[in-house]
């Protein structure tokens, strides 16, 4: 079958709309070797059919989790989720003696994306110091953030994010079950940090932070803190491309190049 004409049965025997559309087709070409537009579509609208999702909620949560305000991508130590998943999604996999197969989740179709891939990749990263639904409210922050925080954490209220938080609910839980839960992680403290006190940002603080990263990532960044938060250098450590180093009280205990560093 011919790409346009997959596009067209897809389109028209689904009802997929264009951003999902394109979600599953980017899925079909990279995640399970063998995969076609239409299985990876149905399996969608299985997944939103089961989860009482609208299909017109997930295409509205689709354009919001890419739009141009947006634009975070994982590094390379981000980006080693895909090899995970890939090793194990054609596995089967017994729970309580019952066959369990899991390549069709969504939560791992995201992975598959470069576009939404950080939603894995951030999620894996929180999901350290924090639960479920903290990461749910960093993710709803960071796809609406505005870049208004010049004067202080400032998210102010957002209609959108009221309406995007169902579907992130559904996509983060479906994340932790079938890409946390599964054994996959994206890397660790190193032992120099470990013994510090660990401290976590509110999510509404977190978002703004990485957000404000990522829109001066072709900048040097730094930043001072009184003290040091785990859930942030673990972020960093997956989706920042630069020279990280943290310094406490003038001593440098971490210094390591990540992804494609500027000299």
Same mark, same amino acid.
């Given at each position: 079958m011919s790409e346009a004409a997959?596009?067209?049965?897809?389109?028209n025997q689904l009802s997929l709309g264009s951003n999902s559309l394109g979600f599953a087709k980017t899925v079909a070409d *990279?995640? !399970?070797?063998? &995969? *076609?537009? !239409?299985?990876? &579509?149905?399996?969608?609208?299985?997944?939103?059919?089961?989860?009482?999702?609208?299909?017109?909620?997930?295409?509205?949560?689709?354009?919001?989790?890419?739009?141009?305000?947006?634009r975070v991508f994982p590094n390379e130590s981000g980006m080693r989720i895909q090899d995970q998943l890939r090793q194990t999604s054609l596995k089967d996999r017994r729970v309580a003696g019952l066959t369990v197969t899991v390549d069709g989740s969504i939560g791992r179709m995201f992975a598959f994306d470069v576009n939404y891939m950080y939603l894995v990749t951030t999620t894996l990263s929180l999901m350290a110091d924090h639960p479920p639904e903290y990461v749910i409210e960093a993710l709803c922050f960071m796809a609406l953030d505005k870049d208004l925080h010049r004067e202080g954490v400032n998210h102010p209220y957002s209609i959108q994010r009221t309406r995007l938080k169902p579907v992130m609910t559904k996509i983060v839980k479906s994340i932790a079950y079938n890409v946390a839960n599964s054994g996959?992680?994206?890397?660790?403290?190193?032992?120099?940090?470990?013994g510090l006190c660990q401290h976590t940002t509110s999510a509404a603080t977190f978002a703004a932070v990485v957000m404000a990263i990522t829109r001066n990532s072709n900048n040097d960044v730094l930043l001072y803190s009184g003290c040091f938060h785990s859930d942030v250098y673990l972020w960093l450590c997956n989706h920042y491309n630069?020279?990280?180093?943290?310094?406490v009280e003038g001593e440098i205990l971490v210094d390591i190049k990540l992804g494609i560093s500027r000299p």
């Open positions: 997959a596009l067209a049965l897809a389109s *990279s995640f !399970v070797k063998g &995969s *076609s537009l !239409v299985d990876v &579509s149905v399996g969608i609208l299985k997944w939103l059919s089961r989860e009482c999702i609208d299909g017109k909620e997930f295409e509205y949560a689709l354009q919001i989790c890419n739009s141009e305000i947006t996959h992680r994206l890397g660790k403290l190193p032992s120099k940090l470990e630069g020279h990280l180093e943290v310094s």
